[in-house]
């Protein structure tokens, strides 16, 4: 059974950080593009950053610079950082497994963990 189980979410002020984990079990993870969504309040799915077997990542544009995609496949682990967080940051963010690279669909993902950036 394919299981992604995220967390490090919580409170923090703009120009704040968190890291993100997710760990993942069912699958052999090395094999798998991995990425980041997430969903603001009121709003769809939207994907944030998306890192290869190898280590190769690409981010959505309002994140560059600010958000950083890892993964240890060792531990079965993705990371995001999130530096210089901004109110519009505020979501719940999920990890995927993707079938490919580029690909959109999202339906194997996590539970989420809560971001909320806020004074």
């Known amino acids: 059974e394919v299981r992604l189980v995220e967390s490090g979410g919580g409170l923090v002020q703009p120009g704040g950080s968190l890291t993100l984990s997710c760990v993942a079990t069912?699958?052999?993870?090395?094999?798998?593009?991995m990425g980041w969504v997430r969903q603001a309040p009121g709003k769809g799915l939207e994907w944030v950053s998306v890192?290869?077997?190898?280590?190769?990542?690409t981010y959505t544009n309002s994140v560059k610079g600010r958000f950083t995609t890892s993964r240890d496949n060792a531990k079965n682990t993705l990371y995001l950082r999130l530096n210089s967080l901004k109110t519009e940051d505020t979501a719940i963010y999920y990890c995927?497994?993707?079938?490919?690279?580029?690909?959109?669909?999202?339906?194997?993902r996590g539970q989420g963990t809560q971001v909320t950036v806020s004074s």
């Open positions: 995927t497994r993707l079938p490919t690279y580029w690909s959109t669909d999202y339906s194997t």
């Open positions: 069912g699958f052999t993870f090395s094999s798998y593009a």
């Open positions: 890192i290869g077997g190898a280590g190769t990542t």
